[in-house]
């Protein structure tokens, strides 16, 4: 090169740790790096400083949004996108779900998950906020189902009233220990039951044709 036979070569000896941590800061500095390269790259990152001896979950998060000028609490919502399924960390990349959505609808099972791209992909629902925290909140609980799902997503974009069923018509139909969790996972099981069987008439009514 200019003639030259020889030239000066930096050589530095590394881990594979060190090796990650310069890769992450270089390549993070991208104007149009996407949010999962973003949520990859930090969660490389945060696992070669927690290798390297960084204590605490929130203090080597901190370190790891320095070299990008962003905090811990970032860094720990893009890491939350990595547990999102294919289909909806595209859709964060897409600007079709917000990252914060994105963050509270990586906590569901990989199932509810399913159920929500599902309702997405269909239905082209914009999900709100409030919506990913009911979901995130009945998930927790265990309380999450395929009607449920579709109800909380779909109710901004009803035309249908509230609906509002008085406490005195169903208390005789539970147990008084239930409670309202309980009381409200039967009545959506039951409601799943009655789609199932009201698609399965409308199907035996078009085979019939």
């Known amino acids: 090169m200019a003639g030259l036979k020889e030239m000066p070569v930096l050589v ?116 709100q906020d409030r919506q990913a925290e009911c979901l995130k909140a009945q998930s927790k609980q265990g309380l999450l189902y395929p009607a449920m799902v579709q109800d909380i997503l779909m109710k901004k974009t009803r035309s249908r009233g509230q609906v509002t069923i008085p406490e005195k018509r169903i208390a005789d139909y539970f147990p008084a220990t239930y409670n309202k969790q309980q009381i409200e996972e039967v009545i959506y099981l039951l409601l799943e039951q009655w789609k199932k069987r009201q698609e399965g008439e409308k199907d035996g009514e078009h085979n019939k044709i």
Request: include cysteine.
């Open 12 to 127: 530095r000896n590394m881990t594979d740790e060190e090796a990650t941590v310069i890769m992450v800061d270089t390549n993070i500095q991208r104007e149009d790096i996407l949010p999962s390269e973003k949520a990859k790259a930090y969660k490389m990152k945060y696992e070669a400083m927690k290798h390297q001896g960084s204590k605490g979950e929130k203090f080597t998060a901190d370190l790891v949004g320095e070299a990008a000028g962003e905090s811990g609490r970032t860094v720990q919502r893009y890491i939350r996108l990595t547990e999102l399924i294919a289909e909806l960390l595209d859709a964060v990349d897409h600007k079709v779900i917000s990252m914060k959505v994105g963050e509270k609808l990586s906590y569901l099972s990989v199932e509810e998950q399913g159920w929500v791209w599902d309702c997405v992909k269909t239905s082209s629902v914009q999900i």
